[in-house]
């Protein structure tokens, strides 16, 4: 088989659908494995037929029951590859809490006015989440082989690990890539960890 370096490996990022925390403008990390919710389910059903063609030569997710089960719903007919480093980013003290409920504590405070960048309380910095999640992505690529020219991904994660793979493989900053629950990117790859090319084909 060829090298991946070989071929051009069209990557769709998919954040998983919608959960009951993020209809109430939760922190859901790493910490809540929280499954879709009816809405989210039936949203997903409903956008489908929007990501069925090209079927992906290769589908990979996170692994939380999030965005197990928006595979499961988008792909029904391929099994995923699970990336545990695509699980989103630890949230610490703030995890389940909303804007609503951290208002008046300091430390969310300092956090917001850090815009992120301070780590979160008993939880995981965005440094750390985002050499984390480019481990995963590397190690995906690692896998992704075949003797097409053109091969086709499709990454089903959260919306973190989708800011942290873009920000990192482009000159854009981290959330220049917020994305909402079904909605993602699609880009064009090529290269090795030391030398790569990417363009942002579409967003969605």
């Given at each position: 088989m060829r090298d991946c370096t070989e071929n051009q490996i069209i990557i769709t990022f998919i954040r998983h659908a919608k959960i009951q925390s993020n209809l109430e403008k939760r922190y859901c990390g790493s910490a809540t494995d929280e499954d879709l919710c009816a809405e989210g389910i039936k949203n997903a059903n409903e956008k489908k037929e929007l990501f069925a063609f090209p079927k992906p030569d290769f589908l990979f997710c996170g692994p939380k029951k999030r965005c197990i089960s928006t595979a499961g719903i988008l792909y029904p007919d391929l099994k995923p590859e699970i990336i545990p480093e695509f699980d989103e980013i630890d949230f610490g003290d703030f995890n389940g809490k909303n804007h609503e409920e951290l208002s008046s504590?300091?430390?969310?405070?300092?956090?917001?006015?850090?815009?992120?960048?301070?780590?979160?309380?008993?939880?995981?910095s965005r440094e750390d989440?985002?050499?984390?999640?480019?481990?995963?992505?590397?190690?995906?690529?690692?896998?992704?082989?075949?003797?097409?020219?053109?091969?086709?991904?499709?990454?089903?994660?959260?919306?973190?690990?989708?800011?942290?793979?873009?920000?990192s493989l482009t000159d854009g900053g981290y959330f220049d890539y917020q994305v909402g629950n079904l909605?993602?990117?699609r880009i064009s790859f090529s290269g090795t960890k030391e030398h790569y090319i990417t363009e942002i084909k579409e967003r969605f």
């Open positions: 504590n300091p430390d969310y405070q300092k956090w917001m006015e850090s815009n992120g960048e301070l780590p979160f309380p008993n939880g995981e989440f985002i050499k984390r999640t480019m481990s995963g992505f590397w190690k995906m690529i690692a896998l992704v082989s075949s003797e097409k020219e053109e091969i086709h991904v499709t990454v089903i994660a959260h919306g973190g690990s989708i800011m942290a793979i873009l920000s909605n993602g990117y």
